[in-house]
């Protein structure tokens, strides 16, 4: 084998191993909202206090001096996309707290054809029959897991839904503007929580919460989103769309381990449904693509 290959394999593996990474560091996040015993706002006030702090000193690693040239580069977009990232996140926290953890990530992983759907309807991008019998048969599997839901589950799983919109719109406006750097726009996304989550939070809380919180914000979120950000460069986005199927089969088993979750047989048989969709449609689009 030559250098040249021995290169790619290795940079190919890197990839691999970083997004690996940072779908098992997402996977936690319902497990870490479960050990913490703080409402949902006082959660995201100091969720968004720990990613903010190791985001920015990840920017000001990254880029030193130039710190503040990305930010100017957000432009409308790029403060959009942070907007819609951050409603993702107060969605997301407050699901969690409404519904079972299966439950939101089975939202979460058919928001990449959401995101398909909504670049067809706004963006004219075209999509392909096999993509489209997808998203019918995911929006079908979320009704069947609603349609006999209590009404605490059924505003959850309505913010879920919320969440996954909010994400897929994040999806779009990044496509619209690929020149908009994603980090930065995050960095604003989180910005956001913060101010939108203070008058409602908790500010004092205990040692040991406070641990939890700089583990949910530091690592949970801060440095997955590196990981994850440094990784999807390095693998075709094919491979990486199959690769974050991990975050969406984890995160309930994490909970189911810990506390016993039981998320019912309705969320067990349309989350089978939505993953094995989207699995398909990686599988099928890789295929085209080669």
């Known amino acids: 084998m030559n250098p040249a290959d021995l290169t790619a394999r290795a940079t190919y593996r890197r990839g691999v191993l970083l997004v690996a990474g940072a779908m098992l560091a997402w996977s936690t996040a319902g497990l870490l909202a479960r050990l913490i015993d703080t409402d949902p706002w006082t959660t995201l006030f100091w969720r968004s206090v720990y990613a903010t702090l190791s985001l920015g000193c990840y920017l000001a690693w990254r880029d030193g001096r130039t710190f503040f040239a990305g930010f100017r580069r957000l432009g409308l977009t790029g403060w959009a996309m942070g907007g ?53 048969v995911c929006l079908a599997a979320m009704l069947f897991i609603v349609a006999d839901a209590d009404p605490g589950h059924l505003t959850g799983n309505l913010l879920s839904f919320g969440m996954a919109l909010t994400y897929s719109a994040s999806v779009v406006l990044a496509r619209l503007r690929t020149d908009v750097p994603t980090t930065e726009a995050t960095f604003v996304g989180v910005v956001m929580v913060i101010l939108v ?13 406070m641990v939890l919180f700089a583990g949910f914000g530091i690592v949970q979120m801060g440095l997955a989103l590196v990981m994850f ?62």
């Open 84 to 136: 819609c990232f951050g409603a993702s996140m107060v969605f997301f926290i407050n699901a969690l707290a409404h519904t079972s953890v299966a439950a939101v990530l089975v939202f979460q992983a058919a928001a990449p054809l959401f995101a398909a759907a909504l670049a067809w309807i706004l963006l004219r991008e075209r999509v392909s029959a096999a993509k489209l019998a997808a998203i019918a």
């Open 197 to 209: 989550s203070a008058p409602f939070a908790i500010l004092t809380v205990s040692p040991h919460e």
């Open 229 to 290: 950000t440094t990784g999807v460069r390095l693998i075709p986005a094919t491979d990486a769309g199959l690769i974050s199927i991990l975050e969406a089969v984890l995160a309930p088993v994490w909970v189911w381990f810990a506390f016993g979750e039981n998320p019912g047989w309705r969320t067990l048989i349309g989350g089978a449904v939505v993953l094995a969709a989207v699995l398909l449609t990686a599988w099928h689009e890789a295929r085209r693509t080669a």
